[in-house]
């Protein structure tokens, strides 16, 4: 079967760190993305890792461990509007054929 | 730039009636497109994704289907609707070379009662 882990719910204060850990378990790995969804909307896309490492992009980092089958998402200097569900999602086959495999998504809730 | 739209935004249907939700997309060409479902407070869940007119792949077996009748048209649709086919459908494109990144529309909310 194929699987994505990770945890349910996160609370953080504004300022802070986060980092929102995925394990996956697929039948094919070509690439682990990162999505944000806000209450009642739509998913958008935050980031991607095909390759082992980290990936930055503004507060927003994250990373893959291919041999680990593991990656996460790191938010810094958190702020009020980061409060949405992350999906850590893996693309399992390549080519035009490949689509994402989604996992049960992470609620981070910011404080102030 | 490209645009995803998708309707109705919200729905409330009774049990067996029929289903049809509609997504086009503007400002590309041969898209990959995608139906996916969310029930509340849980993931996404693939149902089908197309790489071309005419071409669907079913990821889950169930009470729905889908048509891409044009390149940049993805319906999803059912003949008779049960109350567990309630959630959050969206649809979303990729390109065909790009299927880590998808853009999503707006979703449609489905009540079956």
């Known amino acids: 079967g194929q699987s994505l882990e990770q945890p349910s719910e996160v609370t953080a204060v504004e300022g802070a760190i986060v980092q929102i850990n995925c394990t996956y378990q697929t039948s094919g790995f070509y690439g682990l993305s990162w999505y944000q969804q806000h209450d009642g909307g739509a998913p958008t896309f935050l980031s991607y890792n095909g390759l082992d490492g980290l990936e930055e992009t503004g507060r927003f980092s994250s990373f893959l461990s291919r041999s680990d089958s593991y990656g996460y998402l790191l938010l810094q200097e958190l702020q009020m509007k980061d409060s949405a569900s992350y999906f850590c999602a893996v693309r399992n086959r390549g080519g035009s054929q490949g689509n994402l495999i989604f996992g049960k998504g992470t609620k981070l809730s910011v404080k102030p | 730039s490209q645009t995803i739209h998708q309707w109705p935004a919200t729905l409330v249907q009774p049990v067996g009636s029929p289903l049809s939700l509609e997504c086009t997309v503007e400002?590309?060409?041969?898209?990959?497109l995608y139906w996916y479902r969310q029930a509340a407070g849980r993931g996404l869940q693939l149902l089908f994704y197309s790489v071309g007119i005419g071409q669907i792949s079913s990821e889950v077996p169930q009470n729905l289907s889908a048509s891409r009748p044009q390149d940049r048209q993805f319906i999803l649709s059912s003949k008779k609707l049960l109350l567990s086919d309630s959630g959050f459908y969206l649809c979303?494109?990729?390109?065909?070379?790009?299927?880590?990144?998808?853009?999503f529309g707006a979703g449609s909310r489905l009540t079956v009662l």
């Open positions: 400002g590309t060409s041969n898209p990959n």
């Open positions: 979303a494109w990729s390109t065909s070379s790009g299927a880590n990144v998808l853009t």
